[in-house]
């Protein structure tokens, strides 16, 4: 099956996730991403031994997660932009090339010469990409920004989830959490740009800052104070259930593990629920026999779901809800979510070969084509492709030996 963005050229003048993410997206679409590299230090990202107190890697092998995930799929040239011998081979990749994609801040956009106008000069059709902290306009355009701060903190999700009274704010719950969803953001504004361009014959510049990434995940909190014309009144969810619903809310199991409830229609759950629980007699009590007056007693009967949920295990309430039609699910850790059935029957979990030769699996991004699971290929090592690329755009083996003994090329 041809993938939708075969015969598409992507440049990428970026590092770390947020932007690369979005190459990574488009070359499991198909693209030909092209990823430009420093040619002594590579991806900064590269450099990350350890992740959020984790090892990045295990012992004696190439594969790093950190660089597969935002980098599958990719070719790597190692390219010292800074160097007058490189700026011929990197003009004659934008003038082969459908997108410049770039997460560099202004002052290094302009060193490096890759600005829009600087880019446009040398291929006047080609679509700009800029990944960004804060946006091109305002105070802040030339600042640099990371998820964990304009995404996280800034967009509204560490003050949506940090309770009122706590003494600490709550972290990201994964590493490079906005990064990831800016990354998907970003290629659906590069595939947007790309239809306009087949439509109008014009090329598009595309602009995604994290900070709008953060304020579009929250926006429904957001809206509400710009209604309110003002900060929301901090609020204190019921330990167990909602305001008005039992069947609605996070439970703790016997051995400690937790349920999300979400069924919002609670006087339709509310017979069903009590059959798998062993007490049919709670769907007659005067209390709960109604819709009414269930939500009316939401805490009442929260805290008896509360006591029947916690007198079994996670694995008898999985079994157990799994017979009914209410909607739940099991709060998973990492290796859950890895192993999830949905995910590997639908192959949103996927092989991949490593530069060893060995078998690894990798989070696919969640869009597919005619019900076709990705295939997906592995990061680039660093500067692997340099020489394959070059020779590709007409550069010959004295001009790339040239170009080494510079410095220019890795």
């Given at each position: 099956m041809r993938r939708p963005m075969e015969g598409v050229r992507v440049l990428e003048v970026a590092q770390f996730t947020f932007v690369p993410a979005a190459g990574a997206v488009l070359a499991d679409w198909g693209a030909d991403v092209i990823k430009i590299e420093h040619a002594e230090r590579g991806d900064a990202q590269r450099g990350l031994v350890r992740v959020l107190g984790y090892e990045a890697a295990s012992a004696g092998s190439s594969f790093y997660p950190i660089m597969e995930g935002p980098n599958r799929g990719k070719r790597s040239v190692g390219l010292a932009l800074e160097k007058p011998a490189a700026r011929p081979v990197l003009e004659e990749l934008i003038r082969n090339s459908d997108v410049f994609l770039t997460n560099f801040l202004p002052e290094a956009r302009a060193k490096l010469r890759i600005e829009l106008e600087d880019v446009r000069a040398i291929n006047p059709d080609i679509i700009y990409v800029r990944g960004s902290g804060f946006g091109q306009r305002g105070a802040e355009a030339d600042k640099g920004g990371y998820d964990s701060t304009a995404f996280w903190a800034r967009g509204g999700s560490a003050a949506g989830v940090t309770p009122p009274d706590s003494d600490r704010m709550s972290r990201m719950p994964a590493g490079a959490y906005g990064d990831s969803m800016g990354g998907m953001t970003i290629a659906g504004g590069i595939a947007a740009a790309l239809f306009?361009?087949?439509?109008?014959?014009?090329?598009?510049?595309?602009?995604?800052?994290?900070?709008?990434?953060?304020?579009?995940?929250?926006?429904?909190?957001?809206?509400?104070?710009?209604?309110?014309?003002?900060p929301l009144a901090p609020r204190t969810p019921p330990k167990h259930g909602s305001a008005t619903n039992p069947l609605v809310g996070a439970y703790r199991t016997a051995d400690g593990?937790?349920?999300?409830?979400?069924?919002?229609?609670?006087?339709?759950?509310?017979?069903?629920?009590?059959?798998?629980?062993?007490?049919?007699?709670?769907?007659?009590?005067?209390?709960?026999?109604?819709?009414?007056?269930?939500?009316?007693?939401?805490?009442?009967?929260?805290?008896?779901?509360?006591?029947?949920?916690?007198?079994?295990?996670?694995?008898?309430?999985?079994?157990?809800?799994?017979?009914?039609?209410?909607?739940?699910?099991?709060?998973?850790?990492?290796?859950?979510?890895?192993?999830?059935?949905?995910?590997?029957?639908?192959?949103?979990?996927?092989?991949?070969?490593?530069?060893?030769?060995?078998?690894?699996?990798?989070?696919?991004?969640?869009?597919?084509?005619?019900?076709?699971?990705?295939?997906?290929?592995?990061?680039?090592?660093?500067?692997?492709?340099?020489?394959?690329?070059?020779?590709?755009?007409?550069?010959?083996?004295?001009?790339?030996?040239?170009?080494?003994?510079?410095?220019?090329?890795?």
């Amino acid at each position: 099956m041809r993938r939708p963005m075969e015969g598409v050229r992507v440049l990428e003048v970026a590092q770390f996730t947020f932007v690369p993410a979005a190459g990574a997206v488009l070359a499991d679409w198909g693209a030909d991403v092209i990823k430009i590299e420093h040619a002594e230090r590579g991806d900064a990202q590269r450099g990350l031994v350890r992740v959020l107190g984790y090892e990045a890697a295990s012992a004696g092998s190439s594969f790093y997660p950190i660089m597969e995930g935002p980098n599958r799929g990719k070719r790597s040239v190692g390219l010292a932009l800074e160097k007058p011998a490189a700026r011929p081979v990197l003009e004659e990749l934008i003038r082969n090339s459908d997108v410049f994609l770039t997460n560099f801040l202004p002052e290094a956009r302009a060193k490096l010469r890759i600005e829009l106008e600087d880019v446009r000069a040398i291929n006047p059709d080609i679509i700009y990409v800029r990944g960004s902290g804060f946006g091109q306009r305002g105070a802040e355009a030339d600042k640099g920004g990371y998820d964990s701060t304009a995404f996280w903190a800034r967009g509204g999700s560490a003050a949506g989830v940090t309770p009122p009274d706590s003494d600490r704010m709550s972290r990201m719950p994964a590493g490079a959490y906005g990064d990831s969803m800016g990354g998907m953001t970003i290629a659906g504004g590069i595939a947007a740009a790309l239809f306009s361009r087949a439509m109008t014959g014009e090329p598009s510049v595309v602009d995604v800052s994290l900070l709008g990434v953060g304020a579009w995940a929250t926006q429904f909190t957001v809206n509400l104070a710009l209604l309110t014309g003002g900060p929301l009144a901090p609020r204190t969810p019921p330990k167990h259930g909602s305001a008005t619903n039992p069947l609605v809310g996070a439970y703790r199991t016997a051995d400690g593990r937790w349920l999300e409830l979400c069924m919002l229609q609670p006087g339709r759950y509310w017979p069903e629920f009590c059959r798998l629980a062993g007490r049919d007699e709670l769907a007659k009590d005067d209390r709960f026999d109604s819709t009414d007056k269930l939500m009316a007693n939401a805490a009442q009967a929260a805290e008896i779901v509360a006591e029947l949920i916690s007198a079994r295990s996670f694995a008898e309430w999985t079994e157990i809800l799994g017979r009914g039609e209410g909607q739940w699910a099991a709060a998973q850790n990492a290796w859950e979510v890895g192993q999830d059935p949905s995910l590997r029957a639908n192959g949103l979990i996927a092989q991949v070969l490593d530069a060893d030769g060995v078998d690894r699996e990798l989070v696919t991004n969640p869009v597919q084509f005619n019900e076709t699971p990705v295939t997906l290929t592995r990061g680039p090592q660093f500067a692997e492709h340099t020489d394959e690329v070059l020779a590709e755009f007409g550069i010959s083996g004295d001009e790339l030996l040239r170009l080494k003994l510079d410095g220019a090329v890795t």
